[in-house]
């Protein structure tokens, strides 16, 4: 067996691994699994995405609506940059505070191997994310980096599959609280226009195991791109239920 072989069957047995038991909401070719796919050089890629979370705590139920407008640009074919600012509205029972503005963020994506060179195509992320006053005050979130690994394999008959493995530090938190996460994807292209796909993850900042089915649509050289799915909380800790969807255009 050759070093290919073997890395293409530890890659599809972690991903199953993950797919039977961040978080990224504005990944471009899964919903939240993050891909080491990255902008041609001098092209850019404009995307809002939303999220709409629902859970239940000891019969409290709250309602999370987060909307993430961004912009990504290819530096090198090999690199890109992501802006991007992050907008929630907290609710519990029947009172809401409206959309503000809780975050901006800033990423870099370097992708290191690609296939057919290599086995894997690979890429690093780090994310840097500054929050408002009232993210502080109101969605308690502290400036936070975010390092991550990801991987990606295709696979014949139209199929591949993602990994990523997060560290996330928060820089000026009162814990200063370090976390993994992983996640891991699989997708099945139908036609050059639809796939379908499974996203499995256990975030570095949130608790808790969550599966998400996804439908993604999108123009097969280009142009308009829309992907849609159900998040489902298996642990008590996640969201008993989100709904997701992202619509991109590349230029």
């Known amino acids: 067996m050759n070093h290919k072989n073997l890395i293409a069957i530890v890659c599809t047995a972690i991903t199953l691994s993950y797919s039977t038991p961040a978080w990224a909401h504005h990944a471009r070719e899964y919903l939240k699994v993050g891909s080491p796919e990255t902008v041609h050089q001098g092209r850019g890629f404009a995307y809002v995405s939303a999220e709409y979370a629902f859970s239940e705590v000891d019969n409290d139920e709250s309602f999370n609506l987060e909307v993430t407008p961004g912009l990504i640009y290819g530096v090198l074919d090999s ?12 609710a519990e029972e029947e009172s809401s ?11 870099g994506t370097w992708r290191f191997l690609e296939e057919p060179y290599f086995p894997v195509d690979a890429a690093l992320n780090v994310e840097y994310e500054q929050p408002t006053f009232t993210g502080r005050t109101v969605g308690g979130t502290d400036p936070r980096i975010v390092s991550r690994l990801m991987l990606r394999k ?6 591949s599959a993602a990994i990523n493995v997060d560290w996330l530090a928060d820089v000026h938190g009162e814990d200063r609280e370090n976390q993994w996460g992983f996640a891991a994807a699989f997708k099945y292209t139908v036609t050059d226009w639809l796939a379908v796909g499974l996203e499995g993850f256990n975030p570095s900042d949130a608790e808790g195991f969550s599966i998400l089915p996804g439908v993604y649509l999108g ?31 590349q230029f």
């Open 154 to 159: 295709e696979f014949p008959f139209q199929c």
């Open 97 to 107: 505070r409206g959309l503000f503005i809780e975050s901006f963020a800033v990423d």
């Open 79 to 90: 690199l890109q940059v992501d802006t991007h600012f992050h907008t929630l509205d907290v």
């Open 219 to 249: 123009q097969p050289h280009g142009g308009w791109q829309w992907k849609a799915g159900l998040q489902i909380g298996l642990t008590r800790q996640a969201d008993d239920l989100a709904i997701l969807t992202t619509l991109g255009y």
